[in-house]
């Protein structure tokens, strides 16, 4: 086999463009990228080739093609808002609104029963309910979930290994969902942490344990880390300003992350790949109007983000990757204002329109 070397190839000075955007350059050849139907015949290593017949993509190693996969990154949160729920009156309704535009919500669809203090949490396009208070049977180990793009009922998805009600935090890595905290069946405050995976129906498994037993917790996510905020706990002063975290692909108790600036229970939070938000509450004082936040890949205490249009506590948020919207809660009396903020910024809050109805002690998340 001969072997031709050529010290240098030019066309009047400047460099040759070859078909496919191979190029020969200062003494470098650069790698070949094909686009036609049949699969090229002499291709280099590190060949690029997209088939034209079936949209497929393809690197040459090894005297081989090989197809590469795309791969959807997880999702956690979506544009499409979920609230579920609530006490006033205790009620069945799911409502629903774009967190893209502000206005207001509309209704989706119906949960099994009347149900306060429940919790929620999405992955991907399906959103789960569990536990809570239902009306005539009481507080339940009920899991259903619903198609978030699509609108209707609640279907039946499992059971919780753990009855809880008074708001557990849920939050998920876009695979595993998590349920932590609440009151239990005898009305215990609970320390447990269980899981579920969301593509799939089926009963909750044990996860670990909080490092404190509360309920009026909250949690948020950043696809890797879960974080409960604040709550109810069993000693004297019984609020907390507690933040665990969790991973939430493996099983094992919760560590301490930090602390948020003062004790509340009832606050509501959600997050992005970076922030998790906490906002509103009840402190030492009353309805507190503060929104705070922390970097969830990071431990340490909260910082100022901002406020909130009115005080509340016993609310719910929901977020996609740039916005958080904060709904209803309780002040002087139940609210329906929907608020908004931009994660990445700090601020006061902005109006972004109505719930349906005013109402507080439900639950919340958002998906695609």
């Not at 593509?199 to 044990?206: C, E, I, S």
């Not at 983000?305 to 929901?318: I, N």
């Amino acid at each position: 086999m001969s072997t031709l070397k050529v010290d240098s190839l030019v066309n009047g000075g400047k460099t040759i463009d070859f078909t496919y955007n191979a190029k020969v350059s200062n003494g470098t050849l650069k790698k070949e990228y094909y686009e036609q139907s049949t699969e090229p015949a002499y291709p280099c290593d590190g060949a690029l080739w997209f088939n034209t017949s079936d949209d497929t993509f393809h690197i040459y190693a090894n005297n081989a093609w090989y197809t590469t996969t795309i791969v959807a990154p997880l999702t956690y949160s979506g544009n499409r808002a979920l609230v579920a729920g609530g006490a006033n009156p205790r009620n069945n309704v799911i409502q629903y609104f774009s967190i893209e535009t502000t206005g207001n919500s509309v209704d989706f669809g119906d949960l099994s029963g009347a149900n306060s203090g429940l919790s929620a949490l999405s992955a991907g396009g399906r959103a789960v309910f569990g536990g809570g208070f239902v009306t005539d049977v009481g507080k339940v180990d009920v899991m259903e979930y619903v198609t978030v793009s699509t609108t209707g009922n609640a279907t039946d998805f499992g059971n919780l290994v753990e009855i809880f009600s008074d708001q557990a935090a849920g939050c998920s890595n876009g695979v595993r969902g998590i349920f932590a905290g609440g009151s239990n069946s005898a009305g215990a405050r609970t320390n447990v942490i269980q899981y579920i995976t969301v593509a799939t129906t089926g009963n909750a498994t044990d996860f670990g344990d909080l490092t404190t037993a509360r309920n009026r917790t909250t949690g948020a996510s950043n696809g890797v880390r879960g974080i409960i905020t604040g709550g109810e706990i069993n000693t004297s002063p019984s609020k907390t300003a507690t933040i665990d975290y969790v991973t939430i692909a493996t099983t094992g108790n919760a560590q301490d992350f930090g602390d948020l600036a003062a004790a509340i229970l009832g606050a509501a939070a959600s997050g992005n790949d970076t922030r998790g938000i906490i906002a509103g509450g009840q402190d030492a004082s009353g309805n507190v109007n503060t929104i705070q936040y922390v970097t969830i890949a990071t431990t340490g205490n909260s910082t100022d983000f901002g406020d909130l249009t009115v005080a509340r506590r016993l609310l719910v948020s929901t977020a996609n990757k740039t916005r958080a919207t904060i709904n209803g809660g309780l002040s002087s009396s139940y609210d329906n204002t929907i608020d908004y903020v931009t994660i990445a910024t700090t601020g006061n809050a902005t109006d972004f329109g109505d719930l349906l109805s005013a109402n507080a002690y439900f639950a919340g998340c958002s998906g695609n």
